[in-house]
């Protein structure tokens, strides 16, 4: 026959397991997320409304970009067409910007969001250089490396990512790749998806639909944009 | 060309001019260690003109390090945790251990003046050869890791890269010894090192359309042309005319570490310049701007600054030695 005090002890074991149980599964049920997103390009008319959007959110500074949407001139075989290309990190699965960090400010979380530890990091650059997205950049505020969290403050609190959100054409599309039963697992399963610079074997959890062969790898441009802010810039310099 | 960027996004240059200073101080340093190694241990000859070099390049190339990170009051960060997997974090503990090896054998240099080795001496002298040759080895490595860079992760580059510092480093030694008016070693490494680095770099340019293309576009060609014709033609042919002309002798060895900084700015700053995505617009850092001219004067004087002081102190140090033994 158990004592009093054993029979307390049991009874609190049990009222806790009653108590906890909900909170541990669905800590549980978060730990088994995957974030992913889809970018559907047949959709995107490249307004800049996730770029602005992403900049509010997250206050990047003016001038700095945690995703953006260059627009490109592509040669066809119908003549030329133009494209729109949103860009953000791809929170790698083998991301090479992680393992570079001589401090471990940079980390994967359990949904597989890649994040910065702004506290930690040195801000030595080093990741920088290692992402093959252009992803990350050195916050002219905060002085520490930054780049696209998925929004994690949002998508902690059950919210969209800012930009998704914001997306007029519903040309982003964010959720569980772990769920069978998600917007992003079924447009993945029903459209052919592309993943950006497969070359570096990255994993990416973003996937394009709709996305050029030319814009997978290195693009190649020229007489553009740049070219011309180049130009002008050299010009300016010269003239300084 | 595939494609035409109708609208580009402004990105800058993660690691600036001061980079470009730390990897040419700690590549130099290495390169009068590695040569003060092989002069103290194979010839038996004293190399205090390498030692001074070498102390005082590793120990000024501190500040461009420090001065590179956005937050260098952070710094302790790399020793509060590890990271083995990252090839900086492991040239963070190097470094402070090759900088202390040879102050040491700098201090147990001034305290001895005889010239054969002692046991001790012997040790520290191979163990700074030993990290010489880690500090070339973590310097290039961390750059070659960076695969989204082809032009750094191609095999050239870490080859002329440290190759550029053997001779940078001799160069150095040459220079600091004919001023304090010493015919110290360095001559045979200058030239070797020079001529190999001319081979390397020559079959890397015609082999490798990255570094062509980076050469072409990205870095003024004049920057090449220092390197090559006054970093690594010129030092070759004065140091294989002259024997002690000191003035020529000088210019060769401070040609040698010029070279050495106009190969390093062309390859840091034309890569960077390149963008990844090719979407991106990366401002040019010009070297007639007041950053590159922080850049310059701050590691140059940082530089004479420990070149005095190990001087002075190594001298005083010696005199009052040499005091007590006739005393």
């Given at each position: ?10 009874a609190l074991a049990g009222s806790g397991a009653v108590v906890t149980t909900p909170v541990a599964a669905a ?214 | ?327």
């Amino acid at each position: 026959m158990a004592s009093r005090r054993e029979f307390l002890k049991l009874a609190l074991a049990g009222s806790g397991a009653v108590v906890t149980t909900p909170v541990a599964a669905a800590k549980a049920e978060e730990k088994s997320k995957r974030w992913g997103m889809v970018v559907d390009l047949r959709k995107c008319i490249g307004c800049q409304a996730c770029t602005v959007a992403c900049s509010v959110e997250n206050q990047v500074p003016e001038g700095q970009h945690r995703t953006a949407v260059p627009v490109y001139e592509l040669d066809g075989p119908g003549g030329p067409s133009q494209a729109a290309l949103p860009r953000l990190c791809n929170h790698c699965d083998e991301p090479p910007c992680i393992p570079v960090c001589p401090v471990n400010a940079t980390f994967k979380t359990d949904q597989g969001n890649v994040v910065v530890d702004a506290e930690q990091c040195v801000a030595c650059g080093y990741c920088v250089q290692a992402c093959p997205y252009e992803a990350r950049f050195i916050n002219h505020k905060t002085g520490v490396a930054d780049k696209c969290t998925f929004c994690i403050h949002r998508t902690d609190m059950g919210l969209l990512p800012a930009c998704v959100e914001t997306c007029v054409g519903n040309a982003r599309v964010f959720g569980d790749l772990n769920d069978p039963g998600s917007e992003v697992r079924q447009l993945i399963a029903s459209h052919e998806t592309k993943g950006l610079r497969p070359e570096f074997k990255t994993g990416p959890n973003v996937y394009y639909i709709g996305l050029d062969d030319k814009l997978a790898s290195t693009v190649s441009v020229g007489g553009g944009a740049r070219d011309l802010r180049q130009t002008n810039q050299s010009a300016a310099h010269e003239e300084a | 060309m595939s494609a035409v960027d109708l609208m580009s996004f402004d990105h800058e240059i993660a690691w600036r001019p001061w980079a470009v200073a730390y990897f040419l101080l700690i590549g130099t340093a290495a390169g009068a260690g590695l040569l003060m190694v092989c002069t103290r241990l194979l010839l038996k000859q004293a190399a205090q003109g390498a030692l001074v070099v070498a102390a005082s390049f590793a120990l000024a190339s501190g500040l461009p390090l420090l001065a590179d990170l956005h937050q260098p009051a952070r710094f302790l960060h790399f020793y509060m945790g590890t990271s083995t997997s990252s090839i900086m974090w492991w040239g963070s503990w190097i470094l402070p251990l090759f900088i202390a090896s040879l102050l040491l054998l700098a201090l147990l240099r001034g305290m001895r003046m005889e010239q054969e080795l002692s046991g001790l001496e012997q040790m520290l002298t191979a163990v700074s050869g030993l990290l010489a040759l880690c500090i070339l080895g973590y310097t290039a490595g961390e750059m070659h890791a960076v695969a989204a860079r082809p032009l750094w992760a191609s095999i050239g580059f870490p080859i002329t890269l440290t190759l550029s510092a053997l001779m940078s480093g001799a160069g150095a030694t040459i220079a600091y010894d004919h001023l304090r008016g010493v015919s110290g070693p360095g001559r045979g490494m200058l030239v070797i090192s020079g001529a190999v680095t001319l081979i390397a770099f020559g079959i890397w340019l015609l082999n490798d359309p990255d570094l062509s293309r980076v050469a072409a576009d990205q870095a003024p060609v004049t920057i090449y042309l220092v390197f090559i014709g006054a970093g690594l033609v010129y030092p070759m042919l004065m140091i294989a005319i002259t024997k002690s002309n000191c003035l020529l002798s000088v210019s060769s060895g401070v040609a040698a570490v010029l070279g050495a900084l106009a190969f390093r700015w062309a390859t840091f700053m034309g890569a960077q310049l390149t963008s990844k995505t090719e979407t991106a617009m990366y401002d040019e850092i010009h070297l007639d701007t007041h950053e590159v001219l922080q850049v310059f004067l701050g590691s140059a004087g940082m530089l004479v600054l420990c070149l005095i002081v190990l001087s002075v102190f190594l001298r005083v140090l010696a005199n009052r030695t040499n005091a007590q033994t006739q005393a």
